[in-house]
């Protein structure tokens, strides 16, 4: 769509980019990877941006890399979407198998624009395994299939997990590890060079309000920590773990997280309740869904537990990464009851994981969905803002875990440090390096952009959204305007564009939701988008996702 910006030089342009700025480049069609600090306002810009869709009669596809990233935007994971699940290749049969799947084929055959968040921990493998499912579903000649696909994320975060062959069999272990010659970042994708993403790379800050914690964070960042940041980060350091109960607890290793869970259930009063998973079929294949399970085979509860999804459901009750605390057991079946922070309150029955092939289940496990959540690992507090935590990075073994883990932290004065090893604030030096060249790609942009007559941009903006089907919206330039795309703006100027919410729609909202009803099968009877659907219901606090 923008030739000229395939072979623009690169010109570093000092101001920095604004979230207007990325907006108004996402609003032109255009494939974008979206990047910049925690905190810099990634997440806001792609809500104003599906705001905006929304607005004009187009509804995205919303994905993560992972299940718990999917819980920050609403979403799904990226490899549900595309019906590739936990495969590492197609074949022509697998590619057939999944354009058969009805639900997957409808999704990806209508979809316009495609978004993917945390994308530093997608594959350059698996991304190019979700090119081939959009190319063999939509256009088979253009990247995606024609979508327009916005990525989002920081790669100075963690990088994504594969399954390693080892001695003592098959591991879960993160891909980019240290000295790895495998390592693969999604931007190594030929896929994401067909692609052609216009870097926008934001530099505000919005998470942290502390001026020097901010400055060790970018000095981890560009490889410049030094003695002075140091010694900011040893005034942090604590002895003693047990003054600080009530405070989340971040640790690099599973081990460390699964003793504090356990101290802490055996504090509270009574026997604990145990639900024993269950398994079906061929030995090996349930030892490998074991191994990706993140509810553990032995499952011990209490009430009053802090707990946390292991899985999605599919009927929308609860995602992936959703947390809660235990109040009770269901009487007739003995299943746990979860309290989510929404307040709503959920008997938790088992769930099913499954291995298929050619069509049939080679085996498959059953257990309740939950674990214990006292203490989570850095991977999982990814996307987390925290007001305090104690963090222990003393066997730290990736790079970008340190960063990661204090920048979940608002301030200097929230954070509480067991301490650090070596490997804690290193950064990976191909990251380094890479993100010199997004930065100036961005300005590039940025430059670009800014020489584009404002008639023209809003041409653009216009031009993309009818190409998709979509409604035009009137005053649509943000170029010139600003504060146009906010969501209350658009739901006050472009009501014919926007179905606003009645106290009766509400209400038979929560009836179906409360009666368990399927998402889109709300959205039918409602006349809505499910993506609307899924909004209001978090709006009306009927469902947790953070």
Request: aromatic fraction near 8%; glycine fraction near 6%; include cysteine.
């Amino acid at each position: 769509m923008f030739p000229a910006i395939e072979n623009i030089s690169f010109l570093y342009y000092t101001s920095p980019m604004t979230q207007e700025e990325a907006l108004s480049i996402l609003k032109t069609g255009a494939n974008v990877f979206l990047t910049g600090e925690p905190g810099s306002g990634k997440t806001h810009t792609i809500n104003q941006y599906v705001a905006y869709l929304r607005s004009c009669g187009i509804e995205p596809a919303i994905t993560a890399s992972t299940g718990i990233a999917a819980t920050h935007i609403g979403g799904m994971t990226i490899h549900s979407w595309s019906g590739i699940g936990v495969k590492q290749e197609l074949t022509a049969y697998d590619l057939d198998r999944i354009a058969q799947n009805e639900r997957v084929a409808r999704r990806v055959s209508r979809a316009k624009v495609l978004l993917i968040d945390e994308v530093s921990m997608l594959s350059a493998q698996t991304l190019g395994l979700v090119d081939k499912v959009c190319r063999e579903l939509k256009d088979p000649e253009k990247a995606f299939g024609g979508l327009q696909v916005v990525l989002v994320g920081d790669f100075f975060q963690l990088p994504p997990i594969a399954r390693r062959e080892t001695e003592n069999g098959v591991r879960l272990a993160f891909e980019n590890a240290p000295l790895d010659p495998r390592a693969q970042f999604a931007y190594h994708s030929p896929s994401w060079i067909d692609a052609k993403p216009v870097v926008c790379y934001l530099t505000e800050q919005h998470r942290q309000e502390d001026a020097t914690f901010l400055d060790i964070l970018s000095a981890i960042r560009n490889g410049s920590f030094n003695k002075e940041h140091e010694a900011h980060l040893t005034k942090r350091k604590v002895t003693k773990q047990e003054e600080h109960k009530n405070t989340t607890k971040l640790f690099s290793h599973n081990a460390d997280v699964d003793q504090v869970n356990e101290t802490q259930l055996e504090k509270l009063p009574g026997n604990p309740r145990m639900f024993a998973m269950k398994e079906h079929g061929t030995k090996a294949f349930v030892e490998q869904i074991k191994k990706s399970c993140l509810s553990p085979e032995r499952l011990l509860l209490k009430t009053g537990a802090k707990v946390m999804f292991t899985k999605n459901s599919p009927e929308g009750r609860y995602v992936n990464g959703t947390t809660g605390e235990v109040i009770g057991f269901d009487g007739m079946q003995g299943y746990p009851r979860v309290k989510m922070r929404s307040g709503r309150v959920l008997a938790v029955e088992p769930a099913e994981w499954a291995v298929e092939a050619e069509g049939r289940a080679l085996a498959r496990i059953e257990q309740i969905p939950l674990r214990l959540a006292w203490a989570i690992t850095v991977h999982k507090s990814q996307g987390m803002s925290l007001d305090t935590a104690f963090i222990d990075l003393t066997q730290a073994f990736e790079y970008g875990q340190g960063y990661v883990a204090l920048s979940r932290v608002r301030t200097l004065e929230g954070l509480q440090l067991a301490g650090w090893n070596a490997q804690a604030l290193r950064v990976h030096p191909d990251i380094l390096q890479k993100d010199k060249e997004f930065r100036q790609a961005s300005a590039s942009a940025q430059e670009t952009f800014r020489r584009v007559d404002p008639k023209d941009l809003d041409t653009m903006h216009k031009n993309f959204i009818r190409a998709r089907g979509g409604k035009d919206v009137a005053n649509a330039n943000t170029a010139e305007k600003p504060k146009t795309y906010s969501v209350e703006k658009i739901r006050e100027t472009h009501s014919n564009a926007y179905q606003a919410w009645t106290k009766d729609a509400d209400e038979e909202l929560t009836k179906l939701f409360n009666e368990d009803i399927h998402i889109r099968v709300i959205a039918e009877k409602l006349g809505r988008q499910p993506g609307a659907i899924r909004s209001r219901v978090v709006k009306l606090g009927l469902a947790d996702i953070t």
